[in-house]
């Protein structure tokens, strides 16, 4: 059985840093790729950050561009998402998700695409005050 499972959230205050995990586990990690979603309360879902695309390059969106870095070890099925100079509107559960890489040209950049995933996380919570 497919599983994606998030860790790694917390409160941090203002400026500070958190690193999110996400293992998978029950599908054959090497043909997917990993994008990473956020949801603030009463907001849509957003997607931040995804890859790596078929260049071996990450996406990032704009609202965390030079602020969050992804990472993969294959070894592990773990893929890392670094969030330094945190601000109060980062405040949001935190989701990975995975798609098969065949599709990954039309999932990522994960601009309103999150019905391409076929696995998500229950995701984590991650809180940015002082």
């Given amino acids: 059985q497919a599983r994606l499972v998030e860790s790694g959230g917390g409160l941090v205050q203002p400026g500070g840093s958190l690193r999110l995990s996400c293992a998978a586990s029950g599908f054959n990690w090497d043909h997917y790729t990993i994008g990473w979603f956020r949801q603030a309360p009463g907001k849509e879902r957003e997607g931040v950050a ?76 991650v809180t940015v005050s002082s």
């Fill in 50 to 125: 995804c890859g790596p695309r078929s260049d071996g390059s990450m996406y990032y969106s704009d609202s965390v561009k030079g602020r969050f870095t992804v990472s993969r070890d294959n070894a592990k099925n773990t893929v890392y998402v670094q969030m330094n100079s945190l601000k109060p509107e980062d405040t949001a559960i935190y989701h990975c998700a995975a798609v098969s890489n065949f599709y990954r040209a039309r999932a990522c950049p994960n601009r309103d695409t999150e019905g391409e995933y076929d696995y998500w996380g229950q995701g984590t919570q």
